[in-house]
């Protein structure tokens, strides 16, 4: 890795695709908010991490992998966040009305997430789900875990998921 320039900073951040998660270092503006990266417009075509952890699982049991960097393609990641303690605010105004926090349970590639999503107070998660036009959705408050790893629990008080490659159950 090359030095920081003095506007930036690293960001340690889990990324989640259908078959593998990865924990790494990401190159980020001094001023960015880490944890809504993905939603902005300069979210590069290959998400370029340092000192990667990688598991894979594209067989049993899960394979941990070595590598000094990784470039994963964006459109293939379902999931991003923070690692914990890290946190950046909240992407949403509290006193915002007619909005609810609905609980579901998220299939996100082979983990489980248990959390919260932001929705209109005035219509069903359906519905909600229907008009939704985000290539990014923001889930609060969720637990993670997986059952290939059971020694993996994980609480994030906010991530990201991609709403065309997961799926949502209702509790």
Do not use: C
Request: hydrophobic fraction near 45%.
């Amino acid at each position: 890795m090359n030095p920081l320039a003095p506007d930036e900073k690293t960001a340690m951040v889990m990324v989640y695709t259908q078959n593998m998660l990865a924990r790494g270092e990401v190159i980020a503006k001094e001023n960015a908010r880490v944890s809504i990266w993905l939603r902005t417009q300069g979210v590069p075509n290959y998400i370029h991490l340092f000192k990667p952890q990688v598991i894979s699982f594209g067989g049993t049991p899960p394979k941990p992998l070595s590598f000094s960097e990784i470039f994963i393609p964006t459109t293939q990641v379902i999931g991003f966040h923070l690692v914990p303690p890290a946190q950046d605010s909240m992407d949403y105004d509290v006193s915002e009305v007619n909005r609810v926090m609905q609980p579901l349970e998220i299939l996100v590639g082979t983990f489980l997430l248990k959390g919260h999503i932001r929705v209109s107070s005035q219509a069903e998660l359906s519905t909600s789900l229907d008009v939704m036009r985000a290539a990014w959705v923001s889930i609060y408050d969720a637990d993670i875990s997986n059952p290939y790893l059971p020694q993996f629990n994980l609480h994030v008080p906010m991530l990201l998921v991609n709403p065309n490659q997961v799926s949502f159950g209702l509790v």
